[in-house]
T-cell receptor
Framework: EDQVTQSPEALRLQEGESSSLNCSYT??????LFWYRQDPGKGPEFLFT???AGEEKEKERLKATLTKKESFLHITAPKPEDSATYLC????????????FGIGTKLQVIP | GAGVSQSPRYKVTKRGQDVALRCDPI?????LYWYRQALGQGPEFLTY????????KSGLPNDRFSAERPEGSISTLTIQRTEQRDSAMYRC??????????????FGPGTRLTVL
């Protein structure tokens, strides 16, 4: 069964303090990995898709990377508005429509 | 344009009652997904549709849960004879049809179901 594990479950950073979130997975034949951001009381919002090991994507202070076993979401000089839960997900076998989400990392950035 | 909408936003019901949760996807989106999200957890897949066809319902917990999308647009998730363990946030998402690559899913605000 496909599994997605995210760590840490919660992370508290000072504004400007860079860090990384981890998403590790056990899937047979990874065909992609997705990152979403979820603000309290709202639905997840798409950030990135990564398809192959070595691929990187960037958006403002966020940079996602992918290896054969895990993905990292690097946050450079975070701001309080980056506070959210960050979810990663992988597609199940047979297509890209059914995905398995991790439990997420709750990030709090303190001014 | 308008995003995914869900109604009601909050539903409180008594154990044993049936509930119907509605999802109105983004106009033109072919795919529609239902998830259940417990507090502190990621969304858990329930079922999805392409157009009006239900493609996968493997995530539905048991036969009390059903979903339909008769005209390929609005969808209803129905839970019969609700139980307290059904209490959760139910989220709907829509997306353009996925082919050989992933299309981002646009999530609605969810329906918070509480079964007393």
């Amino acid at each position: 069964e496909d599994q997605v594990t995210q760590s840490p479950e919660a992370l508290r950073l000072q504004e400007g303090e860079s860090s990384s979130l981890n998403c590790s997975y056990t899937v047979s034949g990874l065909r992609g990995l997705f990152w979403y951001r979820q603000d309290p009381g709202k639905g997840p919002e798409f950030l990135f898709t990564l398809y192959s090991a070595g691929e990187e994507k960037e958006k403002e202070r966020l940079k996602a990377t992918l290896t054969k076993k895990e993905s990292f979401l690097h946050i450079t000089a975070p701001k309080p508005e980056d506070s959210a839960t960050y979810l990663c997900a992988v597609p199940n076998s047979g297509g890209y429509q059914k995905v398995t989400f991790g439990i997420g990392t709750k990030l709090q950035v303190i001014p | 344009g308008a995003g995914v909408s869900q109604s009601p936003r909050y539903k409180v019901t008594k154990r044993g009652q049936d509930v119907a949760l509605r999802c109105d996807p983004i106009s033109g989106h072919v795919s529609l997904y239902w998830y259940r999200q417990a507090l502190g957890q990621g969304p858990e897949f329930l079922t999805y549709f392409n157009y009006e066809a239900q493609q996968d319902k493997s995530g539905l917990p048991n036969d009390r849960f059903s979903a339909e999308r008769p005209e390929g647009s609005i969808s209803t998730l129905t839970i019969q004879r609700t139980e307290q363990r059904d209490s959760a946030m139910y989220r709907c998402a829509s997306a353009p049809l996925s082919g050989s690559s992933y299309n981002e899913q646009f999530f609605g605000p969810g329906t918070r179901l509480t079964v007393l």
